[in-house]
């Protein structure tokens, strides 16, 4: 099975650490999510009382 | 030499450059960076979309230390995702086939969240290794069997990524030998395989985020074991 191949092992860990903690973080991290979610607010308006006008 | 189905797997050289190296450079050029530019073109929009939305899913169950993983593990998805799913395009390497890359992320990163475990709390990693309401004769031996399925979770994380997807390519391939051979001798039988071979390349297309989707929740399940 061409994957127990250990000549190139060492090489490819290398190669593929180096892309996943180099390339990846920057163009991961650049993302920004500037509209923060609303947080629901414990204190309810204070309404008043609907009167139907029927 | 003969040649065989294997040999895809095998780490081809493309007029000399390595096709590892080029599967693992070119896919993030299909990922822009953003800049500080506050309106983003489709693209980006979707990527931010989907971003935001799995690193918040990831991240509900892990405690509030462990959300210093975030940008490594939202990372690794999509390190994960785009190797897989670019790699069911004909003519094209897929890295995530190769037990070096799989075992070379799952080992270390597997690792690191038990050390980090060990480090802050090791009473607490520690007695994950014995299940709560266990008789206390069977103790020694549980213990035994929850440290081997401890050693055994890295290894499996890298086979299993590995294994799923080697054979897919493995299945795609025979299949559509199988076809091209059917094409001049029993055309009708043909014409089921190739039916047969499109369903398999969507199953292999749901298996691909599948797996990648797997390898990055059990590695935050771990995670969350140890923070």
Not at chain 2, 12 to 30: E, T
Not at chain 2, 88 to 111: C, D, E, H
Not at chain 2, 122 to 146: F, Q, R, V
Request: hydrophobic share 55%; aromatic share 10%; no cysteine.
């Amino acid at each position: 099975m061409p994957q127990l191949n250990p000549a190139p092992w060492f090489t490819i860990l290398v190669f593929s650490w180096a892309i996943f903690l180099t390339i990846l973080p920057l163009k991961v991290g650049a993302h920004t999510f500037p509209n923060e979610p609303t947080l629901q607010s414990t204190d309810t308006p204070k309404t008043e009382s609907w009167t139907w006008p029927w | 030499m003969v040649t065989s189905f294997f040999d895809q797997f095998s780490s081809p050289l493309f007029m000399g450059i390595p096709l590892m190296a080029l599967a693992l450079l070119l896919p993030w050029i299909l990922l822009p960076t953003p800049s500080s530019r506050w309106l983003n073109n489709r693209l980006l929009t979707l990527q931010n979309w989907f971003l935001g939305m799995f690193t918040r899913q990831l991240l509900l169950p892990i405690n509030h230390p462990g959300h210093k993983w975030a940008l490594i593990l939202a990372s690794l998805m999509i390190f994960l995702l785009s190797l897989n799913l670019l790699g069911l395009l004909p003519y094209t390497f897929t890295p995530t086939t190769q037990l070096s890359i799989n075992l070379g992320f799952a080992v270390p990163l597997w690792l690191a969240t038990v050390l980090i475990g060990l480090r802050n709390q090791p009473n607490l990693s520690l007695a994950h290794l014995l299940p709560e309401g266990t008789p206390l004769l069977l103790i020694p031996i549980l213990i035994i069997i929850e440290t081997i399925s401890l050693m055994i979770r890295p290894l499996a994380l890298g086979v299993r990524l590995t294994a799923n997807l080697t054979a897919g390519h493995l299945l795609i391939q025979l299949i559509s030998t199988g076809l091209f051979v059917l094409l001049s001798l029993q055309p009708a039988v043909a014409i089921l395989t190739g039916a047969l071979l499109l369903m398999l390349s969507l199953l292999e297309v749901a298996v691909a985020i599948i797996q990648a989707y797997v390898f990055v929740l059990l590695l935050s399940l771990y995670l969350q074991e140890n923070v």
